[in-house]
């Protein structure tokens, strides 16, 4: 499995950007997702997830600014997407994708945790 981040870089405060992770090499698709973000001096911090049902979580200090949405057209690879506006400087950091474990057992790649990670974008808001 393998995942791949891309679309961030600098951005002044009150813009806007639109991450995208493409995860090859999954055999079961359906599974769950989320971003992460590492910002200076702080713990990586979940941003936005989404399960094996298709439903979205957000870390509550980031609803109404950032969405969370896939590609699920695409025929191979899950394409995941991290729209973000209104930003502050505060959101500068690393902004990773991630998913859990591509197993056949239902809990492992639906309910457990994240195994799965991109090298990550930097997003760099600027006042």
């Known amino acids: 499995v393998h995942l791949a981040e891309s679309g961030g870089g600098p951005v002044q405060r009150g813009g806007s950007l639109r991450l995208s992770c493409v995860i090859s090499?999954?055999?079961?698709?359906?599974?769950?997702m989320a971003w992460f973000r590492q910002r200076p001096g702080r713990e990586r911090e979940e941003v936005a997830s989404?399960?094996?049902?298709?439903?979205?979580?957000?870390?509550e200090s980031l609803k109404g600014r950032f969405t969370l949405s896939q590609d699920t057209s695409h025929p191979i690879n899950n394409i995941l997407y991290l729209q973000m506006d209104a930003l502050e400087p505060e959101d500068t950091g690393m902004y990773y994708c991630?998913?859990?474990?591509?197993?056949?057992?239902?809990?492992?790649?639906?309910?457990?945790?994240?195994?799965?990670w991109g090298q990550g974008t930097q997003v760099t808001v600027s006042s």
């Open positions: 991630a998913c859990a474990q591509d197993s056949a057992d239902y809990s492992r790649r639906c309910l457990g945790q994240y195994t799965n």
């Open positions: 090499g999954l055999e079961y698709r359906r599974i769950s």
């Open positions: 989404i399960d094996c049902e298709w439903r979205v979580t957000y870390t």
